[in-house]
């Protein structure tokens, strides 16, 4: 046996030999080994297996020069790749992982974050014919913040998903014309505003619309999906996980390895990737600065688009905008801080609020969990229904440690809302996990007509709503029957909610929150949000406060939308029995809110792109390690009801998981799913994926622009539920419904008898769903 630290050479009996240190009978320190198939490693080895500096060669004439650790690439390396391709950054256990920079074959090179072998992080992608994006990434793939400029001078600043463009963002072409926007799957999809170059604004120059469908082939030569997998063919790949093994008897490594899956194309980065923030090289002029433009330019161009397709184009003259409606379009904080209940939330409060709310749910939840499942008893309604606990910041017997500010807790009926969620299949860890996970809630950016504040949990799927304390004893009011009517209609439209909390802080100021379901937590895009009420006192919006995001109200409605026969009379009956309880309850005041998805007219949709796109980006195997054009896939048809199969569609738990699926008459009174060309299958429920024609109704003349409606008729999925349920009919202002019932307009009435509200407002959704003649 040769000594500790002997330098000798050795050839084994299966060909493969090493000359170098030993350590007992395994190579330790310094040692070339060469196996029998050609490959070499020379540098440091640690008890049998490589770690240290080294070089390893295969007989591919790939090779790596760097950091191993454990028989493992493992740290800063160098790698070369038999196809030309270079990778110079960190390593982890055989895979890119941290900062590096690749140059592909084709010249392409990224520089930024990697993660398990993927681009995932900031970075930049700098393709050979000039195009280049920085921004974020995950699994791969363009996604997030981020800013595609081409060679001729185009550039995208806004979101990103798998590669393509989605969410919002601001497109600017080369001539100096922008388009500020909405894009679903690459597609523009909704509201935007194209400002046309040769406005007075410096920052505005001369262009068409034209532009964009060159800008469109040439993204489907740059913007592309990188997912392809760097695999050096040297008889084992560089992604392997290498293990060395000592062979009893012959004494020789053999080499064993296990393949660790992909690559991704990244390009250029050092080690001081780092200390560079990419997001100060991203668009200044961001989408969020669209009020800067109204400043100074003429015309510009209100465009609503369907899945890539232009269905109504509005001539905004700007110049002849007075100063007192541009001053609309800003946001005034000082107007919010008159009107909202929480107004001293100023600065960090509004996060220490936040952080509170997440702080209490998750000891709520979690202590009303382990509690022995019984029946809800009426004394879970009670006075004493309550969990109380104090937070202060360096935390106590019962809480933890917290970086907000000192708080009290209330949780109102723990145990009855823990059935509730249990009813609408609501797991408890999701359920927290969802509002107090680390990625916390966001503030929605206004705060409603009451002055409420709403939050949003970042997965969509709740809502939270600040309430005044005359709405939280309504709803602690009405709680036994609401639970009992939840519980015996499973397909319900009133707003699921799911918890009911309130925060002291000092001074007395305390906050009470409501946790509801978020309706409109869809695979699909809402392009028109509605709230009806089926009045017409107050009951529009004006136009220059209409964006994405407006919900807007009765006297905005000019479709009337046709459904199935027996999708129909299941929507007007459960309608007609939640108007019912809330007629009861002594409840006027709610709304429909209806969410409308529309589909692009079939007959358009084949002359969306050609097929090159830019928006479509796929890997090109004949290129690895390179970004390559990809087709996009062409929905063939519109909307299609199909038999329901329960192994077809997703059951992922979520806000619409309970409810029964409806039948129609169009497939034989059966269960169905809906088809959605280019998303998939979805289950057809009361107010969730329900299909329907919305007609356009004759448009009125306007005199402040010029618009144009291209289609009167649209495939939509429709959504809906009735909210706003606790506002309870005050019997002082009878004298105010009197003397305006004298007008004998019931649709002019605001306040009116719960019985004669929820009358006007079943009419009102008749017209609004007309039977079918």
Not at 183 to 199: E, I, N, Q, R, V
Not at 453 to 478: A, C, H, N, P
Not at 542 to 560: N, P, Q, S
Request: with cysteine; aromatic share 12%.
């Amino acid at each position: 046996m040769e000594e500790s630290g002997s330098i000798t050479g050795k050839v084994f009996l299966n060909g493969d030999a090493y000359g170098g240190s030993f350590k007992g009978i395994l190579p330790h320190g310094k040692g070339k080994y060469t196996w029998s198939d050609g490959s070499v490693y020379d540098g440091c080895w640690e008890e049998g297996k490589m770690t240290g500096e080294g070089w390893l060669i295969w007989p591919s004439g790939a090779s790596y020069e760097g950091d191993f650790s454990g028989g493992y690439l493992h740290g800063f390396g160098i790698f070369n790749g038999s196809d030309g391709s270079i990778y110079r950054g960190v390593w982890r256990m055989n895979t890119q992982h941290g900062i590096g920079r690749k140059q592909y074959q084709n010249s392409d090179v990224y520089d930024g974050c990697w993660k398990e072998g993927v681009r995932e992080g900031s970075g930049r992608y700098a393709w050979s014919n000039g195009n280049m994006y920085i921004g974020n990434w995950k699994d791969g793939k363009m996604c997030g913040r981020g800013v595609m400029k081409w060679f001729d001078g185009d550039l995208f600043d806004g979101f990103w998903l798998n590669g393509l463009r989605h969410g919002s963002g601001c497109y600017r072409f080369a001539d100096g014309s922008y388009y500020f926007g909405v894009w679903t799957k690459g597609l523009k999809d909704g509201l935007g505003m194209f400002y046309p170059a040769g406005s007075k604004h410096r920052f505005l120059g001369k262009s068409s619309d034209r532009h964009d469908e060159k800008r469109k082939k040439q993204l489907s030569h740059t913007s592309s999906t990188i997912s392809e997998s760097v695999k050096p063919k040297v008889k084992r790949s560089i992604s392997e996980r290498f293990s060395y093994s000592l062979l009893k008897g012959s004494g020789s490594i053999s080499l064993r390895t296990t393949s660790q899956g992909e690559d991704v194309a990244l390009g250029d980065s050092s080690k001081d990737m780092l200390a560079c923030d990419s997001s100060s090289v991203l668009s200044q002029s961001s989408h969020d600065d669209k009020s800067d433009f109204l400043e100074t330019g003429s015309v510009a161009y209100e465009r609503e688009y369907t899945q890539g397709v232009l269905i109504k184009e509005r001539i905004i003259n700007i110049s002849r905008l007075s100063r007192k409606s541009k001053q609309r379009i800003k946001f005034h904080a000082k107007e919010v801080k008159r009107r909202s209940c929480v107004y001293f939330l100023e600065g960090r409060k509004s996060y220490y609020l936040m952080l509170n709310l997440q702080l209490g749910i998750r000891y709520s939840v979690g202590k009303i969990t382990p509690v022995p499942i019984r029946e809800v008893r009426q004394s879970d309604f009670g006075d004493q229904a309550r969990i109380k606990m104090y937070f202060p910041r360096k935390g106590s017997q019962f809480t933890p440690s917290h970086h907000s500010i000192d708080f009290y807790w209330k949780d109102y009926c723990p145990m009855v809302f823990r059935y509730l969620r249990e009813l609408f299949k609501l797991d408890a860890a999701e359920y927290m996990m969802s509002i107090c996970g680390d990625d916390g809630l966001r503030e929605l950016s206004s705060p409603g007509k009451s002055g409420s504040l709403f939050y949003l949990s970042r997965d969509d799927r709740f809502v939270i709503k600040t309430l005044k304390k005359s709405e939280l004893k309504v709803l602690l009011k009405m709680l036994p029957d609401y639970y009992r009517h939840v519980k015996e209609h499973d397909n319900t439209l009133i707003t699921k909610v799911f918890g009911l909390h309130r925060i002291s802080l000092k001074r007395g100021k305390k906050v009470r929150f409501v946790v509801m379901g978020n309706m409109f937590c869809t695979e699909l895009r809402i392009h028109r949000r509605y709230d009806l009420k089926g009045s017409s006192h107050g009951r529009f919006t004006k136009k220059d406060r209409i964006d994405e995001t407006t919900t807007l109200k009765d006297l905005d409605l000019k479709y009337e939308f046709h459904m199935d026969k027996l999708l129909r009379e299941a929507l007007f009956k459960q309608l007609s029995l939640d108007c019912r309880f809330l007629e009861s309850q002594n409840i006027i005041d709610y709304s429909l809110l209806l969410g409308l998805h529309f589909r692009a007219p079939e007959n358009l949709i084949s002359l969306l792109q050609p097929p090159d796109s830019l928006d479509n980006v796929e890997t090109n195997p004949e290129h690895e390690g390179g970004i390559s054009q990809g087709e996009l896939s062409i929905p063939p048809r519109g909307l299609i009801l199909v038999t329901h199969e329960p192994s077809s569609v997703s059951t992922t738990p979520g806000p619409h998981i309970r409810g029964s699926t409806l039948r129609a008459m169009s497939v034989g009174d059966k269960e169905v799913d809906l088809l959605v060309p280019g998303t998939g299958r979805l289950r057809v429920q009361l107010g969730v994926n329900m299909p329907a024609q919305a007609n356009q109704k004759l448009m009125q003349d306007e005199t402040a622009s010029v618009q144009v409606e291209l289609f009167e008729v649209y495939d939509v999925v429709l959504y809906l539920g009735i909210i706003d349920i606790l506002q309870e009919y005050n019997m002082k202002k009878k004298l105010e419904h009197t003397y305006k019932s004298l007008q004998f307009d019931p649709m002019s009435v605001s306040v009116i008898e719960p019985k004669l509200y929820s009358k006007r407002f079943i009419n009102f959704l008749e017209k609004v769903f007309p039977v079918e003649p």
